[in-house]
Nanobody, 116 residues
Framework: QLQLVESGGGLVQTGGSLRLSCAASGRAFSGYIMGWVRQAPGKEREFVASISWDGVSTSYADSVKGRFTISRDNTKNTVYLQMNSLKPEDTAVYYC?????????WGQGTQVTVSS
């Protein structure tokens, strides 16, 4: 089992920044593809960003490209999501995801609210 705990969410004004963290424990973190997804009220979960096990490859949803940056520190078993130029439409619960082949692990989520 891999346990994931997100932190760093909160309330921010439009144009502001937040950095989310996801700390992993329980298994070898470095072997997992890590990602962030979000779910806004009344909407389905949507992909935000992902990063390869070695941090070399990243992928972003079009809606966050150029504003969000995903990174990881395998020595700290932590993945980050730096969110800049936040918009009200970024308001959602953000979930950390770890994937190893067909197995997914999820954190409990952290709320991000962007006020206009």
């Amino acid at each position: 089992q891999l346990q994931l705990v997100e932190s760093g969410g909160g309330l921010v004004q439009t144009g502001g920044s937040l950095r989310l963290s996801c700390a992993a424990s329980g298994r070898a973190f470095s072997g997992y593809i890590m990602g962030w997804v979000r779910q806004a009220p009344g909407k389905e979960r949507e992909f935000v960003a992902s990063i390869s096990w070695d941090g070399v490859s990243t992928s972003y949803a079009d809606s966050v490209k150029g504003r969000f940056t995903i990174s990881r520190d395998n020595t700290k078993n932590t993945v980050y999501l730096q969110m800049n130029s936040l918009k009200p439409e970024d308001t959602a619960v953000y979930y950390c995801n770890a994937r190893f082949f067909a197995t997914d692990y999820w954190g409990q989520g952290t709320q991000v609210t962007v006020s206009s």
